[in-house]
């Protein structure tokens, strides 16, 4: 399979908690993105990388979450402190640099806190 | 800031019916790209397809087809002789960051229910 990959799929958490999920996009794509789906809604940006570089993380939201990309390929997004608001799809993209090539989308991680 | 609406939430249609879905979109920008992306059951988006704003010429893909028109800033899609398969939530979606590629906004969705 050389789509992007999410692991784990599914996560359930007790509030309070620090989660950590991974993206491993497709191998050539440098870009790499994070969005937040919650039931009903439509994706939010929140986050993306160009290589190692995160190029915008304005859109985080709050100073709970934060993104690493460190050698260019995977990437993990950390939740600390997880709060029942932060339930949610987390999605991850991949593209080339180029603004032209679309993304790919994995299949996210289904955040539930409890 | 930019915004996209889709006001259609859901839509139910008969096996072999069209669907046309609306998008209207709001920027500042002079320089954008439009998305359409479909997301099944399974939940992974997938891509459909994408306009520039420099491009305003409405197209056909086999089924699917759609009408861009800056006027107005809408950018409508439809789906011609629906299938069953064609069930899914469908986004529209918006990117002004040229530099930042798929830096996207998307709608709310509008949710596509063929029954046969």
């Known amino acids: 399979d050389t789509g992007v990959s999410q692991d784990p799929r599914h996560k359930i958490t007790k509030r309070g908690q620090n989660v950590t999920f991974r993206c491993d996009p497709i191998?050539?794509?440098?870009?790499l993105y994070w969005y937040r789906q919650t039931l009903g809604q439509g994706p939010e940006f929140l986050t993306y990388f160009q290589n190692e570089a995160q190029l915008e993380k304005s859109r985080l939201l709050s100073d709970r979450f934060s993104a690493e990309r460190p050698k260019g390929s995977f990437s993990t997004l950390e939740i600390q402190r997880t709060e029942q608001g932060d339930s949610a799809m987390y999605l991850c993209?991949?593209?080339?640099?180029?603004?032209?090539?679309?993304?790919?989308f994995g299949q996210g991680t289904r955040l539930t806190v409890v | 800031a930019q915004k996209v609406t889709q006001a259609q939430t859901e839509i139910s249609v008969v096996e072999k019916e069209d669907v046309t879905l609306d998008c209207v979109y709001e920027?500042?920008?002079?320089?954008?790209?439009l998305f359409w992306y479909k997301q099944p059951p399974s939940g992974e988006l997938v891509f459909l397809i994408r306009?520039?704003?420099?491009?305003?010429q409405n197209e056909i893909s086999g089924r699917y087809s759609w009408n861009f028109q800056k006027s107005t800033s809408s950018f409508n899609f439809t789906i011609t002789a629906s299938q069953v398969v064609d069930s899914a939530v469908y986004f529209c979606?918006?990117?002004?960051?040229?530099?930042?590629?798929?830096?996207?906004?998307f709608g709310g969705g509008t949710r596509v229910l063929v029954k046969p």
């Open positions: 979606a918006l990117s002004e960051d040229r530099a930042a590629g798929n830096k996207l906004t």
């Open positions: 306009r520039n704003s420099f491009d305003e």
């Open positions: 191998s050539e794509h440098n870009r």
């Open positions: 993209a991949s593209s080339l640099d180029l603004g032209r090539n679309e993304a790919f």
């Open positions: 920027t500042r920008d002079t320089t954008y790209y």
